[in-house]
């Protein structure tokens, strides 16, 4: 039944030699991998109005020039990754930028960072389209967690099917959207040229405002750079793309900062003139199409791919985040388990984690997409200055041909990074403080491992010096509950490893069972040795341990091993497992962290 319904939910296995078919073309790598960066022109734009309407509605003029300052990011940060991909064309990004030119600890701080940010592009996203859901159908409005968390659990399922089946279905919505914005920008500006849009509507340029300051202006342009998270995606995820692999990325990444600063700036320009003031019930894009056609099918429209794009921006994450676990898990940074390739060839260990934490994480912050976007926005800061300045570094340290246009292309991007973080920590440090915590923690934790997985492979290689243990001889003792078939089962097995050295253990609470018990034995197998242990506590597993390491004890003296039998009935059904006694698995529980003893289970399956 298991079997049947994970078939039908995520399909049929997929064969290794099909991993092939599982990579990108460009057009569904641009819809899958620049979802996320191009959702965010949905609330980037009110991420700016929301700072300078703290001013008043007249200094909504600075929006433009604000707006040019992130254009102007974006396109160091666009040739600036455009240059990691070539250099790093085995993916990586951030991560691996940083690890190689700054040290272990700048790329732990990168990657730690990035994977926090995922799990952000997913709540987020996920969170903005249902405020985009909700804004249409306000009576929705209560029930936005509760339907944030299915989507999420939509896409990840989606996800667990394989990258290019996921591709397939997201691709169209992510167009539409494009599209619908084409259309709302396109119209908007006809609208604004042929004098349909009231002057007064909006504050010329240029017009002095009260209370205006270089801080807030700062401000203002941090909140508005959010509109970049997911820039770095493409270059996480470039073993998804077809060969070849890095022209395609930098084509799709290309193409990616061209469609972004076209509708952002946009969407800026139409509220700019459109004279839109932020509200907490309504999306800044939804007065626009309002505003622009009515509320009529073309609004819905609008607001239905809007809706779609931030909720399956998400998929950038799921995307970008198992990759990057990829190469924290292959530095031995994060378990092993996150390079194991599910059924459809995906990371899917990676994608099941992405979900669970992403729900978490919507039900804490009950989906309020503001409190998240600046934790969001410094997550992804912090590695766009890291490996900014570590291109910096690696240019300085090798000088290539050409170096230096490129020195100067991620100084200005690491410059301004730096910048933009430094102000969401300044300006919004209530709502990022987080960072703080979970940077040291992650470290912790990334050093941990780390430092286990070493201390493994040194107690696991063989050319170490630490000398084999001669096992000469081995004694047998099989806990016993009963005369069954289960233990006549067990007994056969030791037996046939030991039949010299067998010891049935049986522990009674009561001294008339054990006469009784003792009598039975005697006549059932009169060849195997009994030790009944009498106690009044009714414990099984502390009498069974104290009697093993007398064994071991004197075991030890002649070099040989103790090994303890289990027996275990496995019933037909599993829940029947809830209506027997589990002695069985205590006694394994209690004994299997001990290095002196080896424990087996023998099974007995039932067969009703």
Known sequence: MISFLKRFLIGRPLKSTELGEQKLNKKKALAILSSDALSSVAYGPEQILIVLVTVGTMAFWYSIPIAIGVLVLLTALIMSYRQIIFAYSHGGGAYVVSKENLGRYPGLVAGGSLLVDYILTVAVSVSAGTDAITSAFPSLHEHKVLIAIIFVLLITLLNLRGVTESASVLAYPVYLFVLALFILIGTGLYNILTGNVPAELHTSIGTPVAGISLFLLLRAFSSGSSALTGVEAISNAIPNFKSPEASNAAKTLAAMGILLAVLFS???????????????????????????????????????????????????????????????????????MFTMRGDRLGYSNGIIILGVLSMLLIYVFEGETEQLIPLYAVGVFIPFTLSQTGMMVKWLRQKPAGWMPKFVINTVGALIS???????????????????????????????????????????????CEPTVKIEGNVIIVPVAGITHVVENSLEYAKSLSPQQIIAVYVPFEREDEAIFEEKWKKWQPDVRLVTLYTPYRSIVQPLTKFIDTVNWKAAELNHRVTVIIPQFIPKKGWHNILHNQSSLLIRARLLFRSDVIVTTVPYHLKK
């Open 266 to 336: 946009g969407i800026v320009v139409l509220a700019y003139y459109y004279g839109i003031s932020p509200r907490a019930d309504v999306t800044v894009v939804s007065q626009i199409a309002e505003q622009t056609f009515g509320r009529n099918a073309m609004y819905f429209f609008v607001q239905g791919t809007t809706a779609l794009i931030l909720i399956l921006a998400a998929n950038t994450g799921y995307s970008a985040f198992p990759l990057l676990a990829v190469n924290l898990a292959k530095d031995k940074f994060i378990p092993r």
């Open 418 to 464: 730096f910048i933009v973080t430094m102000m969401f920590f300044l300006t919004k440090f209530t709502q990022v403080w987080p960072v703080f915590v979970f940077l040291p923690i992650l470290l912790f934790v990334f050093h941990r491992i780390h430092k286990h997985y070493e201390a493994i492979a040194d107690q696991l290689r063989i050319t170490t």
